[in-house]
């Protein structure tokens, strides 16, 4: 792909870039909806990532060209950059510069390619690699000198306060600070967060996605109704954010909610229960006991979240009655991808009994690949 990304800028803009960037798409091992309500998170780094070959340029304009566009050239001046003034898939990258102008750094205009293998619709932070790809690239295009959670941090408040889906640190954070081999463990309060080895294929073990190919859209309304309503609950119950109820005070809370309330405040302490329950299985090298784990968690996100759907919900059942260890849906919901721990042997029957499945059902071939915990965002050349 980063041959695929040169020529792209070359087709475009002619010569040659002055670098080229990654930053990958993420699985989430367990801890969704979480990083909204200040909990935490276990994501991992894909392999499949966004680039983009870059080039500075000293007249205040950016022209931007993805390869998985129709083609043509987006191209905007940074002075009257504001929210709302770049549409569509380039309105991702508009927002890094506003943001990173916003935030005082001094960036100046540039030529951008993209490229991504990131399925998209997914699940698995397309938005965050576009974003985080193109924060690194002008980090050192013009020598800010920012870090990883700093530039991860300038990337979602370009997709909440530019884009306006207001998602929380999870994905960003992920695309910018994970270690190949390694899941991340997040506090998204403290934005604190540690390496947490995952050598799946040392004890015979691999994680599936399964693309669903239903794709959903974050900026339609659900997503930030369901914000809405956590924060809302803790308000009601004079909490920060909803990662302050203990689980042993779980069942007092729940009785000062309303009842449409109940279920998001269970989903979110329970979930943070399972993203520490999760790390200390890694940490004890037990990652065959994570099987229910991720189970426990796609039921509170179909029962109490109401974010699954009919496909996600198949394809869950149908591989863990194939003999996988366990699986639930990832991302913002509504479709979007499925996650299953499963023995490396076992990789090709669990994802041929969900293929059947899904014709049986009438839904669409659905797209399976193995996930490795990958490399966050880096230079390529």
């Known amino acids: 792909m980063t041959t695929d990304t040169a020529a792209v800028f070359a087709s475009a803009f002619g010569d040659s870039p002055d670098g080229i960037w990654a930053a990958p798409g993420r699985i989430n091992l367990i801890g969704e909806h979480t990083d909204y309500n200040e909990g935490f998170v276990l994501p991992a780094a894909l392999p499949h990532a966004t680039r983009v070959a870059a080039r500075r340029r000293s ?27 770049v549409p569509g898939w380039a309105a991702y990258p ?38 985080c790809a193109t924060a690194l690239a002008l980090d050192e295009l013009y020598g800010l000198g920012l870090d990883a959670p700093g530039r991860a941090l300038l990337a979602q408040r370009a997709e909440n306060a530019y884009v306006g889906v207001p998602c929380g640190a999870l994905d960003q954070m992920a695309s910018s600070c994970c270690v190949a081999g390694h899941a991340y463990f997040l506090d998204t309060r403290t934005l604190t967060g540690r390496q947490v080895p995952l050598d799946l294929p040392a004890v ?35 909490v920060r954010a909803l990662r302050d109820v203990e689980a042993g005070e779980l069942a007092a809370a729940e009785e000062k909610l309303p009842a449409e309330l109940r279920p998001l405040l269970r989903h979110v302490v329970t979930e943070d229960r399972r993203v520490l329950d999760a790390v200390a299985l890694l940490d004890a090298g037990d990652p065959r006991a994570l099987g229910p784990v991720l189970t426990a968690g796609h039921a509170s996100l179909r029962d109490d979240y109401r974010v699954s759907c009919p496909e996600t919900d198949l394809a869950v059942a149908t591989a863990n009655a194939a003999g996988a260890l366990g699986a639930r849906m990832m991302g913002g919901g509504f479709g979007g991808s499925v996650l299953v721990l499963v023995e490396t042997g076992r990789l090709a029957e669990v994802e041929q009994a969900v293929r059947e499945a899904f014709a049986a059902a009438g839904y669409g071939a659905p797209h399976a690949f193995p996930a490795v915990p990958s490399q966050g965002a880096h230079r390529v050349q």
Do not use: M, N
Not at 61 to 80: K, P, T
């Open 204 to 238: 015979g073990l691999s994680l599936l996605v399964i693309d669903t190919r239903v794709k959903h859209d974050l900026g339609d309304g659900a997503y930030a109704d369901l914000r809405a309503g956590c924060e809302r609950a803790a308000d009601l119950l004079g």
């Open 59 to 85: 007249d205040g304009l950016v022209r931007l060209v993805s390869a998985q566009g129709d083609g043509g050239v987006v191209e905007f001046a940074l002075d009257g950059l504001a929210p709302g003034s």
């Open 94 to 131: 508009a927002g890094v510069f506003w943001a990173l102008a916003e935030a005082g750094h001094p960036v100046g205009g540039a030529d951008l390619a993209f490229a991504s293998d990131v399925p998209t619709g997914a699940g698995l932070s397309s938005s965050a690699a576009l974003e």
